[in-house]
């Protein structure tokens, strides 16, 4: 098995509790590889489970040193009003001082959506533009997910998870439907996330509806895409 360690690695425990600033994007991550005979036969034989949890490791590292960095985040003021002008859902919104959370009502539905903007600048990410649109973008998908209450696995009825990047700018896109039942009715929802990584600046939207009224899926599907098409790519 070819064992790579990532220098941060040691400090992820303690990068995962804080919530900082992140530069320059790098094309190359810094490692340090060590192989044997035992390793390269153990990772031959891994188990699915086995692989699984490496590269879950190794995502989790990437998190935990992507918030470790020296980034800042900033104003998305412009960006919500602009997109959330005239819209038929009633939106609240909460601002702290790094991202600005939606909550997003109808007459059948509740939702969130969290926008963000991170300075990447002063960041020192040793990892390509596609690795860090995939995986902050994959972490967040599935904590949006996981956030919409008594949603499984089982209610994802379809998914679709696309990703494009272009020389020195990217974008990243995941999104998936979901329709639940139980003793009260039928419920329809959708999750979204987009990453759009643009000089060093990286934006994010993410959200989750659901409601017993399928139309306000569609209302929600446009509501993310007005957002996202409001950010220079």
């Not at 320059?24 to 188990?47: D, G, H, K, M, R």
């Not at 040193?65 to 020296?70: A, R």
């Not at 949603?151 to 020195?168: H, K, R």
């Not at 643009?198 to 659901?210: R, Y």
Request: aromatic share 8%; hydrophobic share 35%; proline share 1%.
């Amino acid at each position: 098995m070819r064992k790579t360690m990532i220098i941060a690695a040691v400090l992820s425990a303690i990068i995962l509790s804080s919530c900082g600033n992140i530069g320059p994007v790098q094309n190359t991550v810094t490692t340090t590889t060590v192989t044997t005979a035992a390793e390269s036969e153990a990772e031959e034989y891994a188990t699915p489970e086995e692989t699984q949890a490496r590269e879950k490791l190794r995502k989790d590292t990437f998190i935990a040193e992507f918030w470790g960095q020296n980034i800042s985040f900033g104003d998305t003021d412009a960006l919500v009003k602009t997109a959330t002008k005239d819209s038929s859902f009633e939106i609240t919104a909460e601002k702290t001082s790094n991202q600005q959370k939606l909550a997003v009502k109808s007459k059948s539905g509740t939702g969130t959506v969290d926008v963000m903007s991170i300075d990447m600048s002063k960041a020192q990410l040793g990892y390509s533009l596609s690795y860090i649109l995939t995986t902050f973008g994959d972490n967040y998908h599935s904590y949006t997910v996981d956030a919409l209450d008594g949603v499984t696995a089982e209610n994802m009825i379809s998914e679709n998870s696309t990703m494009t990047v272009v020389v020195s700018k990217g974008k990243y896109s995941r999104s998936c439907s979901i329709q639940k039942t139980d003793s009260k009715g039928s419920h329809y929802g959708y999750a979204e996330t987009v990453v759009i990584v643009k000089e060093n600046k990286l934006t994010l939207i993410s959200g989750s509806f659901i409601s017993a009224d399928m139309m306000d899926r569609q209302g929600f599907v446009s509501l993310l895409k007005k957002l996202a098409d409001n950010v220079e790519y």
